[in-house]
């Protein structure tokens, strides 16, 4: 999986940015900032911690799916399928993330691993911007060298972090340290797209779908991505996936989160084969939003723990 770009020249607006960057007033203390990769909706806690999200897009073709709420995944899956070249994705302008920015004066940003895009480097330009107009907030960006419950969880412990109280620098090197100790597998039952995009030879992509190939991988300390082990069959696969996670640290009483693309019945499989083994705190299961389904491909899934 390639990197993808953020086209500053394309993506910021100089008349959004300016009108941002005039708004002086809080709308809360505290907003968590991520990027659509992580497969959550934009909300907001009874103690008024914002969660705003900004919207990766996709690219087919002519075609631009934003991932928003409204996106039809299904829809653009199916476009993703007859069109014969690649694919891509864009970042969230730097804009989107100013505007986010300047809603609060205290803000902490999550954003897909920047092995794979643009966006930590955009976000990372709006919170300059934002801090030479009012060097009076306080900004946060975290790479979170991952996508999907991965950062939900790095968002869940930053939350808890604010309750508790913490002076901002104290959060922030708290929540790099947690954001370290999570752990991302995933595996993949489609090479449609891997193969239209050149990340991996024609001829591999059709042995792997007729031996019934079911790679497991993970995103290393880096960001990025590293085959682990290339089980044949779905049983074979899901067994590998929980001797992995079992192997990278103890499962009891931790937090699981599965993220997949229009596979849940492979998931619940997964969800049992991990409570029988372990006594976990609990395990979360999310489709997959626009991005991670892009990346994921159908049939494909992403544990984060």
């Given at each position: 999986m390639g990197r993808t770009i953020c086209d500053y020249s394309r993506a910021i607006t100089i008349t959004t940015i300016v009108s941002a960057l005039r708004k002086k007033e809080f709308v809360v203390d505290w907003n968590i900032v991520l990027d659509s990769s992580c497969n959550l909706?934009?909300?907001?806690?009874?103690?008024?911690?914002?969660?705003?999200?900004?919207?990766?897009?996709?690219?087919?073709?002519?075609?631009?799916?934003?991932?928003?709420?409204?996106?039809?995944?299904?829809?653009?899956?199916?476009?993703?399928?007859?069109?014969?070249?690649?694919?891509?994705?864009?970042?969230?302008?730097v804009g989107e993330f100013v505007e986010h920015f300047k809603q609060a004066k205290n803000t902490i940003c999550i954003t897909i691993t920047s092995a794979l895009s643009g966006t930590y480097e955009a976000a990372l330009h709006a919170k300059a911007l934002v801090l030479k107009e009012d060097p009076a907030r306080n900004i946060h960006v975290l790479d979170s060298r991952a996508a999907g419950g991965k950062m939900v969880l790095i968002a869940d412990e930053a939350e808890r972090l604010i309750h508790s109280g913490l002076a901002f620098s104290d959060l922030v090197e708290a929540v790099e340290e947690y954001a370290k100790k999570i752990k991302l597998f995933f595996?993949?039952?489609?090479?449609?797209?891997?193969?239209?995009?050149?990340?991996?030879?024609?001829?591999?992509?059709?042995?792997?779908?007729?031996?019934?190939?079911?790679?497991?991988?993970?995103?290393?300390?880096?960001?990025?991505?590293?085959?682990?082990?290339?089980?044949?069959?779905?049983?074979?696969?899901?067994?590998?996936?929980?001797?992995?996670?079992?192997?990278?640290?103890?499962?009891?009483?931790?937090?699981?989160?599965?993220?997949?693309?229009?596979?849940?019945?492979?998931?619940?499989?997964?969800?049992?084969?991990?409570?029988?083994?372990?006594?976990?705190?609990?395990?979360?299961?999310?489709?997959?939003?626009?991005?991670?389904?892009?990346?994921?491909?159908?049939?494909?899934?992403?544990?984060?723990?």
């Open positions: 909706l934009e909300s907001s806690s009874n103690e008024g911690i914002g969660r705003l999200i900004a919207p990766l897009k996709i690219i087919v073709g002519t075609r631009e799916f934003p991932d928003t709420p409204d996106l039809d995944v299904a829809e653009m899956m199916d476009a993703m399928k007859k069109h014969k070249s690649a694919s891509s994705s864009a970042c969230p302008s595996s993949l039952a489609s090479f449609d797209n891997l193969i239209k995009n050149g990340r991996m030879p024609k001829y591999q992509g059709m042995l792997g779908q007729i031996l019934r190939i079911r790679p497991v991988a993970e995103a290393t300390e880096e960001g990025t991505i590293e085959v682990l082990d290339r089980p044949r069959g779905e049983a074979a696969m899901l067994r590998k996936i929980v001797e992995r996670m079992q192997g990278f640290k103890s499962l009891e009483g931790v937090r699981i989160i599965i993220d997949h693309n229009n596979c849940l019945e492979v998931v619940l499989k997964l969800k049992e084969m991990l409570e029988s083994v372990a006594k976990v705190k609990d395990i979360l299961i999310t489709p997959t939003r626009g991005l991670c389904s892009y990346y994921t491909d159908e049939g494909g899934f992403i544990v984060s723990y």
